[in-house]
């Protein structure tokens, strides 16, 4: 089974600057997150979508960063303008369903975000 | 919210057995999964556990008591393989989403 797949790998910036990170999840996952993983920290989750419905965006900063997946399948995930402290591994992740007893996550490689 | 400590880093030797603990204090607590990391690349799921006890999966297991709201994962017969950062991470309140503590950087050694 193909895993999720993310693009870009890398990615640098200036501050200021716009980006994006697109996903593709697992065929047949229903749920998929964002996480951001900041250096020597675990993934910090920023958004999950169901379908293509957002079931949970606390603690996304919403007022640099959007995300979607208006077909259900594919996500894209933008920060417009970055900081500085935006630095991180972008990671997406999809699961089966909302999680049921033991459906674990699978996740993509990330998107590495450097801004200088 | 949720508490989840782990110690930072740790080392061991190939062929040894190491433990990496993980506590947490949470309300409503819901399981609680090991992801292994390797530098620059996705964690992977290694293990999950709700009910008291342990659980066994070849060289690795996780161990779970949630009176004492403490886990283990024990790695047998270290191989320089395992040298990666162990996250610990716990569900509760009613979400299925699992928070994530700042994971156990591992160092195996010749």
């Known amino acids: 089974e193909a895993g999720v797949a993310q693009s870009p790998r890398y990615k640098i910036i200036e501050k200021r600057q716009s980006v994006a990170f697109w996903c593709n999840p697992i065929?047949?996952?229903?749920?998929l997150y964002w996480y951001q993983q900041i250096l020597g920290q675990g993934p910090k989750l920023l958004i999950q979508?169901?379908?293509?419905?957002?079931?949970?965006d606390s603690q996304l900063p919403k007022d640099r960063f959007s995300a979607e997946r208006l077909k259900g399948v594919d996500s894209t995930l933008k920060i417009q303008p970055a900081k500085l402290e935006d630095s991180a591994v972008y990671l997406c992740?999809?699961?089966?369903?909302?999680?049921?007893?033991?459906?674990?996550?699978?996740f993509g490689d990330g998107t590495r975000l450097s801004i200088l | 919210g949720q508490n989840i400590d782990q110690p930072t880093e740790m080392t061991a030797t190939e062929g040894a057995i190491v433990q990496i603990n993980c506590t947490y204090q949470?309300?409503?607590?819901?399981?609680l999964f090991w992801y292994q990391q390797h530098a620059g690349e996705a964690p992977t799921f290694l293990s999950y556990?709700?009910?008291?006890g342990l659980e066994e999966k070849g060289r690795f297991s996780s161990f779970l008591s949630r009176s004492k709201g403490y886990s283990y994962l024990l790695l047998k017969e270290l191989q320089m393989k395992d040298s990666a950062s162990y996250l610990c991470a716990v569900r509760a309140g009613g979400s299925y989403i699992p928070t994530f503590g700042r994971g156990t950087s591992l160092i195996v050694h010749p």
């Open positions: 065929s047949g996952h229903a749920t």
């Open positions: 556990n709700v009910l008291d």
């Open positions: 992740a999809s699961s089966l369903g909302l999680g049921g007893v033991n459906q674990p996550q699978h």
């Open positions: 949470t309300s409503g607590f819901n399981g």
């Open positions: 979508f169901q379908n293509n419905g957002v079931v949970d």
